[in-house]
């Protein structure tokens, strides 16, 4: 599942808020305890109702947090980046996931124990106020993602939504906001709650209307404020 363990000696800027806000010294020690992996493609990290004995630091890609149905339906939460902490809130109470983690595109992941990440935490107690903020995100985020697919009046709202969402970080051009696009149809619908075939006809009508325009794996939103109008914002 894993290949070799990666020498991760050589002092990495980190990418992410999480490692931004701890002090040096902090980060120094985090570092010192990381063995980061490579994880392929399609591997499941955790899932849910597992328990996990440690947290696992996400050094590169994305992963794809989801939470799964027993009939196989699938409603993903959020793309975890890199520079974001996973299994966090299990690691430290002890309960089982919420939620499962599967990698997007091959990653560099560290895994810390949980023992070990406690004893981080009593050596640099203002950590402390970073995890609890770590924390309050990603359960603002989840609850985000489930208020737009549970109470959003329809599809084509809903993906609005999503794409403004992806959009926020994008490069700002002549031609519009520009962001790397690569999720499959099915993927983005596993996202606002409908079917394969509802995202490719939205999209269409979306490029019809000249909302978005495709550029191999990079979309472009020429109106954020056209974007917003359908979205309700």
Same mark, same amino acid.
């Given at each position: 599942?894993?290949?070799?363990?990666?020498?991760?000696?050589?002092q990495?800027q980190r990418p992410?808020?999480?490692?931004?806000?701890?002090?040096p010294?902090a980060?120094?020690?985090?570092?010192s305890?990381?063995f980061?992996?490579?994880?392929?493609?399609?591997?499941?990290?955790?899932?849910?109702?597992?328990?996990?004995?440690?947290?696992?630091?996400?050094?590169s890609?994305?992963?794809?947090?989801?939470?799964?149905?027993s009939?196989?339906?699938?409603?993903i939460?959020?793309i975890?980046?890199?520079?974001e902490?996973?299994?966090?809130?299990?690691?430290?109470?002890? $309960?089982?996931?919420?939620?499962t983690?599967?990698?997007?595109?091959?990653?560099?992941?560290?895994?810390?124990?949980?023992?070990?990440? $406690?004893a981080?935490?009593?050596?640099?107690?203002?950590?402390y106020k970073?995890?609890?903020?770590?924390?309050?995100?990603?359960?603002?985020?989840?609850?985000?993602?489930?208020r737009?697919?549970?109470?959003?009046?329809?599809?084509?709202?809903?993906?609005?939504?999503?794409?403004?969402?992806?959009?926020?970080?994008g490069?700002?051009?002549?031609?519009g906001?520009?962001?790397?696009?690569?999720?499959?149809?099915e993927?983005?619908?596993?996202?606002?709650?409908?079917?394969?075939?509802?995202?490719?006809?939205?999209?269409?009508?979306?490029?019809?209307?000249?909302?978005?325009?495709?550029?191999?794996?990079?979309?472009?939103?020429p109106?954020?404020?056209?974007?917003?109008?359908?979205?309700?914002?």
């Amino acid at each position: 599942m894993r290949e070799t363990t990666i020498n991760c000696s050589a002092q990495v800027q980190r990418p992410g808020e999480f490692f931004k806000k701890l002090s040096p010294a902090a980060l120094r020690d985090l570092e010192s305890m990381e063995f980061p992996s490579m994880y392929e493609q399609g591997v499941l990290i955790f899932t849910e109702k597992e328990s996990l004995s440690g947290l696992f630091l996400l050094l590169s890609r994305e992963v794809k947090l989801s939470i799964n149905s027993s009939e196989g339906k699938r409603l993903i939460l959020s793309i975890a980046k890199a520079g974001e902490v996973l299994g966090l809130s299990s690691a430290l109470s002890g $309960l089982p996931c919420d939620r499962t983690a599967e990698v997007l595109y091959p990653s560099r992941i560290a895994v810390i124990g949980s023992h070990d990440f $406690l004893a981080f935490l009593a050596r640099h107690p203002d950590a402390y106020k970073t995890v609890t903020q770590e924390l309050s995100l990603q359960y603002s985020t989840a609850c985000e993602q489930l208020r737009t697919v549970g109470l959003s009046p329809s599809a084509p709202v809903k993906l609005a939504r999503l794409l403004l969402e992806w959009s926020g970080n994008g490069e700002k051009t002549d031609a519009g906001t520009r962001f790397r696009f690569s999720l499959t149809h099915e993927e983005i619908g596993e996202f606002i709650g409908a079917s394969r075939e509802t995202v490719t006809r939205t999209l269409s009508i979306f490029k019809t209307r000249h909302l978005i325009a495709f550029h191999g794996s990079t979309l472009t939103i020429p109106s954020r404020m056209a974007l917003e109008v359908l979205a309700g914002n």
